[in-house]
């Protein structure tokens, strides 16, 4: 329906606070922030590591301009929050940690779906960073969404509908394609297909969010296949609403840093055949509740 939406960037109870080691500069009302002031190569003290944590938690996605950092300092900024992945179907930038994601006129950008990434395992990336290093002179943007707005805006009778169902997730959907049978079969032994809640809550802030994506995503556990797949289609649907979004227009060195747990994203293919090159380091995160 048109008219007003609910957005609520916060958890009921919690006020916004003032930030006192950068300078944030809101993208909308509800999620995106810049922040300034704060150079990524340099040291992060436990003052400010805190304050980004919580800018983090608030905003869900940050974006820092003009950061021109190694692959060393790109990890190292993304560890501070956790382990890091090695992801094992990507290519690999300079260091194991990092995947580069390449795109020319031979290569073409596949990530123009909204997505939360690597649901497939046991444990999804707390966060991801990524970094522009190369970026067509128009097109490229990537778009984030609320998906706490998201499950908020749920009428009532959705929200009873999927209270408690679970979902299967699946690496193959997305990189099964070219493993033959023999490399399909050892990665399925690695990973096999995991489920998640529907709706998981979010370990810090206790926000629920919706927590099924378009690419990942199988079947929702107990439900005929029909239903599942209606069902599913509503819920990938709510990431499209503008309302929750935010989009961010790159430029070289760019960084963004968004919570995992709380969004999904969508690389916007709108530029080939010229070159886009990113890259991008993951914080290995909690199994979802």
């Known amino acids: 329906m048109p008219g007003s939406r609910p957005l609520r960037r916060l958890p009921e109870g919690v006020d916004s606070e003032p930030y006192t080691r950068f300078e944030l500069v809101p993208y909308g009302d509800l999620i995106g922030a810049e922040i300034r002031g704060v150079s990524l190569a340099e040291p992060v003290g436990p003052e400010l590591f805190a304050e980004l944590d919580r800018a983090l938690l608030e ?69 991801s960073v990524l970094r522009a290093i190369e970026v067509p002179e128009r097109g490229g943007d990537t778009v984030w969404a609320d998906m706490g707005a998201a499950y908020d805006a749920l009428p009532a009778h959705l929200k009873e509908r999927v209270a408690g169902l679970t979902a299967v997730h699946d690496f193959t959907l997305a990189f099964g394609h070219g493993l033959d049978p023999e490399q399909l079969a050892a990665r399925r032994r690695e990973f096999p297909p995991v ?36 069902l599913l289609g509503v819920l990938f649907r709510q990431a499209m609403t503008p309302e929750y979004q935010v989009r961010l227009r790159w430029a070289p060195d760019t960084v963004a840093f968004w919570d995992n747990r709380a969004t999904q994203h969508y690389a916007v293919n709108d530029y080939h055949p010229h070159v886009r090159v990113m890259e991008r380091a993951a914080i290995l995160g909690d199994r979802p509740y």
Do not use: M, Y
Not at 80 to 100: I, M, N, S, T
């Open 59 to 127: 905003w869900k996605v940050l974006f820092f301009r003009d950061q021109p950092i190694t692959p060393a300092q790109h990890c190292a900024f993304a560890r501070l929050w956790g382990e890091l992945e090695v992801h094992p179907f990507l290519g690999q930038g300079d260091v194991p940690e990092v995947v580069r994601f390449a795109k020319d006129a031979a290569s073409v950008g596949v990530e123009n779906i909204w997505h939360t990434d690597v649901t497939w395992r046991e444990r999804p990336a707390l966060g």
């Open 195 to 230: 489920e998640h809640p529907v709706v998981r809550t979010h370990p810090v802030t206790g926000r629920r969010t919706l927590f099924v994506n378009g690419i990942f995503t199988d079947h929702i556990v107990g439900l005929p296949e029909a239903e599942s797949e209606e």
